[in-house]
């Protein structure tokens, strides 16, 4: 197979920071992002193909399908452009000595388009509808769509941070994160018409809840022992699905309800100084 892309690609990020008193400072920016990325591609299936892909059985070959995907392809023509655009700020507030407070807050918006157009070539004639066919529509399928959306999003953090000794530093986070839609733009699952299921064509975003408490500590000189506490909650969460419709040559972008993540992590660490 060869699916050879090029994609171009602009970035600009913008910072402002200062002061706003003794114990106040902060950072403002913005961010913006385009990437447009085209891809022709073509994969094409050998000899052997059919035992990787197919049902090897009996019946199968008293049918005479081992030869259905030799010399059986597919072009492709995909393109996808993403714009993204960002508003953030953070404040650090040293309420003592000991205690600081930092909040922070980041404002978010995407637009994505797309589309996916594939041709079969090649492989042995069979007439629509016989199972020499339909094994070859298993695997590579004609599909043509377009996918696009648009979303925006709140996300922020805020953390609490107490000296409680020189050597000593606790602190306790909550944040919030996600991660932007997606776009099937490879491949879908074929609905009941064999047509493609364009309800998959996009995928939620991810909603990410963190909460981490942990301890860093220098007990002595050029050594350091951390612990942290952590618990994360992601819903919708993107996952690849291999789905025989497709074609188990590649799966597709869906969601997964919840995901949880939680452990408690302990770190030390050794600072060697050379002469």
């Not at 005479?64 to 030799?70: D, E, K, Y």
């Not at 079969?120 to 529509?137: D, E, I």
């Amino acid at each position: 197979s060869q699916n050879p892309s090029k994609s171009f690609q602009w970035s600009q990020e913008v910072r402002y920071a200062g002061d706003l008193g003794e114990n106040l400072n902060y950072v403002i920016g913005a961010f913006w992002f385009n990437q447009v990325t085209k891809t022709l591609g073509r994969e094409e299936q050998g000899s052997a193909a059919w035992r990787w892909l197919a049902n090897p059985t009996t019946a199968n070959q008293t049918l005479g399908l081992a030869g259905a995907l030799t010399g059986y392809g597919q072009r492709a023509e995909i393109r996808s452009d993403h714009t993204s655009a960002a508003l953030f700020g953070q404040v650090e507030w040293n309420v003592t000595d000991q205690l600081r407070i930092i909040p922070g807050l980041r404002f978010n918006y995407d637009e994505k388009e797309g589309y996916y157009r594939t041709q079969t070539y090649g492989g042995v004639q069979y007439a629509p509808g016989t199972p020499g066919r339909n094994l070859q529509l298993s695997i590579l399928t004609p599909l043509a769509y377009e996918s696009s959306g648009d979303d925006d999003n709140i996300s922020g953090q805020l953390t609490v941070a107490y000296d409680i000794a020189d050597n000593v530093n606790a602190y306790a986070t909550y944040s919030t994160a996600f991660k932007t839609f997606g776009l099937n733009n490879n491949g879908l699952p074929l609905d009941a018409n064999n047509q493609p299921a364009l309800s998959a064509a996009t995928v939620k975003p991810e909603d990410e809840k963190h909460i981490e408490i942990g301890l860093k500590t220098r007990p002595l000189p050029g050594l350091t022992a951390n612990f942290t506490l952590y618990r994360t909650e992601i819903d919708d969460f993107q996952a690849n699905v291999v789905n025989g419709q497709v074609g188990v040559l590649r799966g597709y972008l869906a969601n997964a309800e919840k995901v949880r993540v939680q452990g408690i992590l302990t770190r030390r660490a050794c600072e060697r100084h050379r002469r």
